[in-house]
């Protein structure tokens, strides 16, 4: 039998933590070797922020993540944060700007952020071993992980894998799978960040809109995001969708302000005492897309000027834009997320370094962890700081 290749840290997954926390390792002088299925690094940065890589949130603040333990991401948070990325990216001369809402994107293809980790995984000799199938993962005083091209030996192993998003770009659980094969808890899984689907007759009046975008705020339980909204072909999408629907529990609602921070009603019967020989339609062109006007009017406005329509009628029509509930019947699932809600559980891994609670040398760090950030530039956020804190304990 051969043996095992050794090093001081093997880190499963050359994603964006991955290779956060064997760059930061390696730099610290471990020795480090990264395994990967797949053919090339860092896929899903590339594909990230339409091609241009949203690298991280001006604005992060342990607020915009989900997790059981909402307080868990501070720390690693605090040390490793979006000015540190971005000293990065500019000393690799990355030209970037800022989007909306503090998202911080880059200028050209998102390939310059690869081409930095990989530099800077260079300088720390990381040694990256891509298209290496994991078969399996033991450990007795080392860790060892048999792949089909070789087995590697640690006393230290970090789970980077990341989450159930996109399986056909090579999402998988792997990570979860060996977090609880070494008795770490995994808290349920959903897709995130995902479109919503609803019921067939709901769906058919969502398809006549496809292609409208609206700013709303959408609000779902306690949450609340002012974006906007798309309608597709099979329901709804958008900023505002993607946001509310990490929040979105099976069975529950999610209700939208179609003219938020506005009273609807006043403005409706604003819009009749202004112009009161108009169609319904046309008064709610005023305020909305011409086709979400057409629907609307056609629904819930009777036919004739609007000056005829009673106050009642348009304070019934203006609840409805402010509050209006809608209930998914799901989501577009794992093949449509950008992110995966859940994960190794918080209570079992160290806050400052990521290790394994029970665990000594098990690290687990990006999307694989139960800590799911808004849309926006935070989950890379997330990614680059527990990366960074784990590589700073390796
Ligand atoms: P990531 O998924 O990046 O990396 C995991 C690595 O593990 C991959 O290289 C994979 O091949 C490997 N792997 C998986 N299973 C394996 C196995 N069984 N064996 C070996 N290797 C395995 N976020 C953001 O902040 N800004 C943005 O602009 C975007 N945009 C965006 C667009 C799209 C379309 C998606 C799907 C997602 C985003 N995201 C995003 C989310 C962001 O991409 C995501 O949160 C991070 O990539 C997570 O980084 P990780 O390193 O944890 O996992």
Request: net charge positive; glycine share 12%.
């Amino acid at each position: 039998m051969t043996r095992p290749m050794e090093s001081d840290v093997i880190v499963l997954g050359a994603g964006a933590a991955g290779l956060m926390a064997a760059l930061t390792a390696g730099q610290r002088g471990r020795r480090v070797t990264v395994l990967d299925h797949a053919a090339e690094a860092g896929r899903k940065i590339l594909i990230s922020g339409g091609g241009r890589c949203n690298f991280t949130n001006r604005d992060t603040d342990a607020g915009c993540f989900l997790s059981g333990n909402p307080h868990f991401a501070k720390s690693a948070l605090a040390r490793f944060r979006p000015a540190d990325i971005l000293a990065l990216v500019e000393r690799h001369g990355i030209a970037w700007h800022e989007k909306t809402l503090g998202q911080l994107f880059c200028d050209g293809s998102a390939r310059a952020v690869v081409d930095l980790l990989r530099a800077e995984c260079d300088a720390g000799a990381v040694d990256l071993r891509l298209s290496h199938r994991i078969t399996g993962v033991t450990k007795a005083d080392r860790f060892t992980v048999a792949t089909d091209r070789g087995t590697f030996s640690a006393p230290a192993l970090v789970l980077a894998t990341g989450g159930l998003s996109i399986p056909k770009m090579g999402a998988t659980g792997l990570s979860h799978d060996i977090a609880r094969q070494f008795g770490l808890r995994v808290t349920p899984t959903a897709p995130a960040l995902v479109p919503l689907t609803f019921d067939a007759a709901t769906g058919a009046w969502m398809r006549d809109l496809a292609g409208v975008s609206v700013e709303v705020e959408a609000r779902c339980g306690r949450a609340r995001f002012r974006e906007a909204l798309l309608f597709t072909h099979r329901g709804l999408s958008g900023p505002a969708i993607l946001q509310a629907s990490s929040y979105w529990q099976a069975g529950g609602e999610l209700s939208l302000d179609l003219l938020p921070g506005r009273d609807a009603a006043a403005l409706l019967r604003a819009a009749k005492r202004q112009r009161p020989r108009v169609a319904g339609q046309t008064m709610l062109g005023g305020l909305l897309p011409q086709r979400l006007a057409q629907m609307l009017a056609a629904h819930h406005l009777p036919d004739g000027p609007v000056g005829e329509m009673p106050d009642v009628v348009l304070n019934r029509l203006g609840q409805l834009l402010s509050r209006w509930v809608l209930t998914p019947t799901g989501t577009e699932g794992y093949a449509k997320a950008e992110v995966t809600r859940g994960g190794i559980d918080t209570r079992d891994l160290s806050s400052a370094t990521m290790e394994a609670r029970g665990v000594p040398g098990l690290y687990a760090v990006g999307e694989a962890v139960d800590v799911t950030g808004w849309l926006g530039g935070y989950n890379f956020q997330w990614a680059w700081a527990s990366g960074h804190a784990a590589g700073r304990a390796l």
